[in-house]
DNA sequence: ATTTTGCATAACTATATAATTATGAATCAG
DNA sequence: CTGATTCATAATTATATAGTTATGCAAAAT
């Protein structure tokens, strides 16, 4: 049971006294006398029922309880005072705000959902999605200008100092027109679509290598008519209208195909699974809003996925 | 500035009556007056200097504010919580305790100095380090038997729930004693590793699947003579005292290859590149503890990679 | 139209609090 | 040995606290 007489005033003397090793020093730096700095950590012993620091003449020590007790007093009112400092924030912007990095794979399937869930949750909190090039969303996550990015795992050399959040995986997919003369024939020679402009990620795409190293596998060199782009609505929107094969990360282009306003190629893509998630920093605690948002995404995916599963049997 | 006056009293009678949305329920549970909690709200209020419920005539209701602030102060609460539950922790079982799991990758290379650290750091932390299939060890790790597992990013289908944290990526080798016979020549013929014993990762370990790939991509097929073994301390043995292969992730291997036990064979292996890092629960929040030991684990891939960046120039 | 419900306010009180000053004892640096 | 440093303890005091009971008031429910 958590002992009601504890006060913030013990925890922040109690971390000034441990950060200092010394209880005058502490007691300058908190401008008040060294008396009551001293009664003030015997009275979190008392309350704790355990010594925290070992006296000796030339300062204090922390004692295994105190640096137990140390980082959980710390997590504490670090919390109470990002508490305050929200409800300032709340009180200037007229509200809080995420902000949130989507990743072409999931702009269009789970994230709908999953913010609008998150909404009726905390209809007050903004929420801000940036979509972009993986590198430049990767780069304003670690650099704290957003919160997070859903999307599949970025490049191990982008992942320093960030953390994964698997979700689900997916492939990646090599889509048509619905009666693409591909289709006519029922185990079509993929190397024919060389014949045919094709639609790929850009270099600087996450999927792009994966890609690179498909088209190798199955015998597919070079292709002589290539359009690159990110962009999902001109790329639906191409596809829909030309003979061109869009190759795609599966997620992006799911709803066309279950709609069926577009049809996938039978090609074995079984290589090009990976991981979509949840990227945050390391570093930098998960602030409650982004948790919530979080909880909503996998709860959404989570949904997601076993439709998925069950449309396929 | 965090105001000293809020107390913990403050903040569990705030979250109680958020919980129950009402004064008189609150009261009840905390077994006080329902002046005394309307009071204490005020009081709380007037601290934060923001209304934090909307009062009308058949209960209370979070404002906008009181909704931000809700989970900061029970993030804050919990924290304390924790803190005394670890001070009982410690006097019952006489300290701390992380329970870490660990794949071959790492065990060897990153981790020993790694532990070393932060046993410098916190010596009175216990960490138990348990090695194991990674099936196994990203079990324990959901059901929460293990903190914390190092090593490679399991397979998608083993990471639902999980969180991952990238330290560093590395490559699959294919080593073999100083003086095989392969060695010989200046660009063997890799597929002439049909001619030997060959070490292999087990049907279970994560790079299995990858071995497996970049065999056939180098034109390799079913291995005549092959053994499966996940022991390390197995393979070294092995492979140093015959002419076997040994088909090994880089950082297992990594000490013995600098220190001349080992020598890798020149077969180019930038496909079985992998991601290395560390895998966490993503429910229950990372302890102080475990935090440290990350932070420790991360400093070390840090300059171990620095490092081995160094040898490579 | 009452009664009930739910919260606010006021007046009061014993206790706890959060400091203070003064003093003492043990160590450490010369 | 001396004086400075560092922390503990005691005595003291004004103030804050954490509750209490009693009462009021407006909205809902009956």
Tied chains: 1, 2.
């Excluded at 996938?264 to 990976?274: A, K, N, Q, V, Y």
């Excluded at 948002?293 to 049997?313: D, W």
Aim: hydrophobic share 40%.
């Amino acid at each position: 049971m958590l002992d009601q007489r504890i006060k913030f005033r013990h925890l922040t003397c109690f971390l000034e006294v441990a950060r200092q090793r010394s209880v005058v020093k502490a007691a300058d730096t908190l401008s008040i006398t060294q008396p009551a700095v001293s009664k003030t950590i015997r009275e979190l012993e008392e309350h704790l029922d355990a010594r925290l620091f070992d006296r000796s003449k030339r300062g204090v020590t922390l004692t295994d309880f105190g640096k137990v007790f140390l980082r959980y007093a710390g997590a504490s009112v670090t919390a109470l005072r990002q508490g305050v400092d929200s409800i300032s924030q709340v009180r200037m912007q007229g509200g809080l705000s995420i902000n949130l990095g989507v990743l072409p794979t999931v702009a269009a399937s789970v994230m709908p959902n999953a913010i609008r869930h998150f909404k009726t949750l905390s209809p007050d909190t903004t929420v801000k999605v940036v979509a972009g090039p993986n590198v430049m969303l990767m780069g304003q996550l670690r650099v704290g200008e957003l919160d997070l990015v859903v999307g599949r795992l970025a490049e191990p050399d982008q992942m320093s100092g960030l953390s994964f959040i698997h979700l689900y995986s997916e492939h990646i997919s090599l889509v048509a027109r619905p009666g693409h003369p591909l289709l006519a024939d029922k185990n079509p020679d993929i190397t024919r679509i060389r014949e045919f402009t094709v639609l790929v990620p850009p270099k600087h795409a996450i999927i792009h290598p994966t890609v690179d190293k498909m088209l190798i596998a199955h015998g597919i060199g070079a292709l002589p008519d290539r359009i690159e782009t990110v962009s999902t609505s001109f790329g639906r929107a191409f596809t829909r209208e030309t003979d061109a094969i869009w190759i795609i990360s599966n997620g992006a282009v799911a709803s066309d195909i279950a709609e069926g306003h577009l049809v996938e190629l039978p090609i074995d893509t079984s290589d090009t699974f990976g991981p979509v998630g949840l990227t945050t920093r390391i570093d930098s605690p998960i602030s409650p809003p982004v948790e919530m948002l979080i909880n909503a995404v996998r709860e959404e995916a989570s949904r997601h996925h076993s439709e998925q599963a069950a449309t396929k049997t």
